[in-house]
């Protein structure tokens, strides 16, 4: 097989959604699977729809298309705000978006009612993180103005947390977003069928006995497909943190000094010049390895390297390990475990290539 390449088990994959969907639902909690990080690959999204993922969440319109054209059957949520100059190809192909923008909203309905559709909207309310959202101040003039837009139905609110600053999601974030759900629907005398808490990031609460109130839906991607919560990178017990592994082609194998020499400066990558090293009286020696994989291909720093070997850093196209205990051979292939970021450029690159492995968890 060639390498770089991204190694998944589905059988893995299963599992995570097949466990999380189960967990979930004890709290009345339904879970869309955020398929961003693989590109919208519908071998995944197929495993998750097979094993209980009612909605697929998608950032990019394109892919939706693609899951579509793969016969993907259920609901589509774009859980990025749309592009003004998407909004054609959001309402034909999207059953629902997150919204933050009243000239969006506009702009879809008008497309919804050139095309004969409803189009399903997700309110997304500021919580503290600082990325998408309403100032909950505003939230009940957008949603009026949204309820009086032809072709749209109002799905709901949501808020994104852990995702731009780390903000945790906690007792006191989500109890407003519970509040404000319940205060919309007095407001205008109505059920909204999603009070959405937010991503991964939601599970260490809600495992440590959080209480959902309103919250009745998450758009869940790395704990599917890494087995992992984003904020302390912990894995979460009963799920596969090994379903996905990047493995790399060794391309030089030497003993080498431990330590550069010469006068150094800034490399193409590094975000400052580098600290100034009192020079060894008797550097040491390490076995020094090469592999066909750069910045270009993954994050460096989000790898999780085998035993006895770490990571020295990475050019665009050459990632440099340090080896303990074993000389690997020009040709030996080595496996590493990845970070959201990691898998995210790993599946991006168009010189890692995939092998789908159809397994029993």
Not at 117 to 124: A, I, K, Y
Not at 161 to 170: A, I
Request: glycine share 10%.
């Amino acid at each position: 097989m060639s390498a770089p390449r991204l190694e998944i088990h589905l059988g893995r994959l299963h599992h995570n959604a097949k466990t999380l969907v189960g967990r979930l639902a004890l709290q009345g909690i339904a879970v869309t699977g955020v398929s961003k990080a693989t590109l919208g690959l519908p071998e995944i999204v197929h495993t998750w729809v097979d094993a209980g993922v009612a909605s697929i969440g998608e950032s990019r319109i394109e892919s939706i298309e693609g899951l579509t054209a793969a016969g993907v059957g259920v609901p589509m949520l774009l859980i990025r705000s749309p592009m003004l100059s998407q909004v054609e190809r959001v309402v034909a192909h999207a059953a629902i978006s997150c919204n933050s923008e009243l000239s969006v909203l506009q702009a879809l309905s008008a497309a919804a009612q050139r095309q004969g559709l409803c189009h399903g909207v997700l309110l997304m309310v500021e919580l503290g993180d600082l990325r998408e959202g309403i100032l909950a101040i505003d939230l009940e003039a957008v949603a009026q103005q949204t309820l009086a837009l032809p072709n749209l139905r109002l799905m709901g609110i949501g808020a994104n947390l852990g995702c731009q600053h780390g903000v945790v999601p906690d007792a006191l974030n989500m109890a407003e977003l519970s509040r404000l759900t319940n205060a919309l629907e007095r407001r205008f005398g109505l059920h909204l069928p999603w009070c959405s808490g937010g991503n991964s990031a939601n599970l260490p609460w809600l495992a440590a006995g959080g209480e959902p109130g309103r919250l009745n839906h998450l758009r869940l991607g790395e704990a599917l497909l890494l087995g992992r919560e984003p904020l302390r990178r912990s894995a979460i017990p009963g799920l596969f943190t090994n379903a996905i592994t990047l493995v790399a082609e060794v391309i030089e194998s030497k003993l080498k000094p431990s330590q550069p020499w010469g006068e150094r400066q800034r490399t193409s990558f590094a975000a400052a010049l580098p600290e100034p090293q009192p020079t060894p009286a008797a550097p040491g020696s390490e076995h020094r390895v090469l592999l066909a994989l750069g910045e270009q291909d993954v994050d460096p720093q989000g790898l999780s390297p085998p035993n006895g070997v770490v990571i020295h850093g990475a050019s665009s196209d050459h990632l440099v390990v340090g080896c303990q205990g074993m000389r690997p051979q020009v040709g030996d292939e080595q496996r590493y475990q990845l970070s959201y970021s990691a898998l995210l450029r790993a599946m991006t690159s168009p010189f890692v290539s995939r092998c789908f492995i159809r397994d029993e968890p």
